[in-house]
């Protein structure tokens, strides 16, 4: 069943998933996704040289088997952190998962707790931090952070973390303006559904903004005080 | 003519192959070939990777002609391990021969022995190993083991494969479970005709059964110790 | 709208691009301008290898981006040969402009100008030095030099770049014949529009001449002596 | 127009080609030259892994040209064994060009004499030596040999090209059977008009025989006592 918010197709539908691989899983994706929603998902900056690059490079880091080890039934759990995980998977901050399901980062948190993976949930969530945690209360996550301009906001969202039990703040340094995304640009992209952060906060509900009107209400100016500040004021509840 | 198991289709023709390369052979078998079967034999595991470069890599190995030699007819016999080979070939253990053809690893002993070349027979063979002997009598051949959790299966393989004649045995140490062979999974393949060791042992013929479930009845635990048991119970008879 | 030049069609249009990257101007390019002088734009030299490495070369230089910098809406602006420059990019000499657009280096210049960058003009401009400055007065610009055989050709030349406040004249040293474009033989190109130092000086307009025949009346023995006889006779301005 | 050998059409047609690059001649070519004698001249060994890599290799190779020389008109003349010549490039030894055109080794030798050549002519031309010298007199030539295990004949072959004033003989040591050329296989190649040394001395024209029955005639074993005999039976004149 397909969903609609003002306009824009979201699916409803729940179903075991025939996933032999990744690419595949991509292909599939194609099919059912809007063409802006896709490939701002599935593309990447510019030319898409650097990503192109990125995949060869990871691609040599081998997995190199031992055998004759006297060993039954490996496991792949490991800590990260100091925080428990049955496989060494972390869903990395996405934006916006309410372009793939209505559900949303709620559905995604509660896939990750089911694989035992470590969770992370981007400042342009769809879903608040709150709905996220309540999805599965015992699993671990992070929050990522999209610095404002606006400390009072920062403040708002540090507090919220902190108590919905979020384990640390990832900050994002590296993406203080939006990339030069050309699928995007083409498809004339803006995010069709509502972020919580934007609709809680500031009023606006963030869908119907181009991914660079998002990123004109981030800090551009982040250094080492900064961090500190933010250090400062989130007082992390794992550190006392 | 073509030969149905259970539903198989299993090719008795035999006619020369008017063979140019092993590229052309592997597009012609896919024409013959049901697809599932064809890809169990054609394909890799994983995205093929590892497959691809491994391919690229041994092309690197490069066979550079020397020249004003005062040779004639250069020969290519050779010895491998105190056995005298016509060619500097070997044929891999690989499972199910009768995938391809009806007389299975028979008749590819009886090819590799006209070829002068050491052929080796899998646990998961088509034919029993006393028929592969009968099928070459003076031809030298090895036996490639998946170790079973059930050492009296080992024991009983042991014996059959001494008794038979073989020269030595492979133990798998690399391929405790099945690969991932997103081929295999996406067709779906069970192995469509009887495996003899799990016939005469285990009262299962082995067909119908997927790649993962026949690994299953295998050693997952391998080590050192069980390197030694195996030389003791098989107490190969070429070193008495 | 379009002007045809004696049977050639040069564009009179002026619109906004809606312009996403340069690889989709170069097809955009291609669906609008004539074949023959399409490729006398977008070809290279022989069979191309040379400028296909260079690109690939080219790409391996990389912009690695820095973090954490506590700075904020970074500015291009640099300085080149004591020149400011609003952007780090300079328009390189590439001949007869008006190919593209009935306006050539006028058209160009301005928006050179418009963004900040250096624009260079080829010896084989469609227009002249005058009107190239008159379109922007303030703007800085060079003027890329084909020394011809006739030194008296070549004073007319300094004499009128000066005038018109050219900063710097850039010397062709590795291009002294045509090079051997395979593009403009199969399309067998020749200029279609007048060349503005040809008309005035030769009497000889240019248009209607291969590239091979324009090269003709360069001196293709070109050395030390006749650099210094270039910086003698042209006393570039900025010097004194 | 076309002759017709045995049924094999050979161009009798002369025009200037109106030619771009090497690789769309061959594309031409494969128009209007027969599928078979076509991969005679254009496929390489095995799976043409070792042709594909030379040609890359080749590739890298870099002519670097230098700038300010004060040098107009370069000349490409240059001498090689003592042989004056107008252009740096030898026509390397190639059988059968009758394949091409009815004027075969005789044509091929009177270009190469118009661009300042080396030509040099195969055992297995389809000319006599003496009609190739008498297509241009005064050019230099090398003659390629595929020794046989005849010395009457190799004696024979040394007379002749020497009288016909070849000016050195080049053996052939890396080549002493037929490569696996599987484009030739696929065709079923053999040559199908008359090799001259194989009418004049074998009574047998060459021609409907496959590349391998050629070879067959030809001494496998060749060392170091080999090419002192040649050297001593040829006497060839320009030493004495």
């Not at 510019?46 to 060869?56: D, G, L, M, V």
């Not at 039954?72 to 309410?98: N, R, S, Y």
Request: proline content about 5%; hydrophobic content about 40%.
């Amino acid at each position: 069943m397909t969903y609609y918010y003002n306009g824009f197709p979201q699916s409803e539908h729940d179903e075991k998933l025939n996933l032999i691989n990744v690419d595949q899983l991509e292909e599939d994706a194609k099919r059912v996704i809007p063409e802006g929603a896709y490939y701002y998902i599935a593309s990447g900056a510019e030319n898409e040289w650097t990503w192109r690059n990125n995949t060869a490079a990871f691609n040599h880091y081998q997995i190199v088997p031992r055998a004759l080890t006297d060993m039954e039934d490996p496991q792949l759990d490991t800590e990260f952190m100091g925080i428990k995980l049955k496989t060494p998977v972390m869903i990395a901050p996405i934006a916006c998962h309410g372009i793939a399901h209505k559900d949303a980062e709620v559905a995604t948190q509660k896939g990750a707790a089911a694989a035992g993976a470590l969770f992370s949930s981007s400042t342009y969530a769809n879903k608040s931090v709150e709905d996220i945690a309540a999805a599965a209360p015992d699993a671990p996550r992070f929050f990522q952070l999209y610095l404002s301009k606006d400390w009072n906001f920062n403040k708002m969202v540090f507090d919220a973390v902190k108590k919905a039990g979020y384990k640390a703040i990832m900050l994002t340094v590296d993406a203080l303006v939006s990339g030069y995304r050309e699928a995007n640009l083409r498809t004339q992209f803006t995010y069709p559904v509502p972020l919580d952060f934007f609709n809680r906060y500031l009023g606006a509900k963030g869908e119907g903004q181009s991914v660079a009107q998002m990123y004109a209400a981030s800090a551009q100016k982040i250094g080492p005080k900064d961090v500190a500040r933010i250090k400062e004021e989130s007082r992390p509840s794992y550190l006392y």
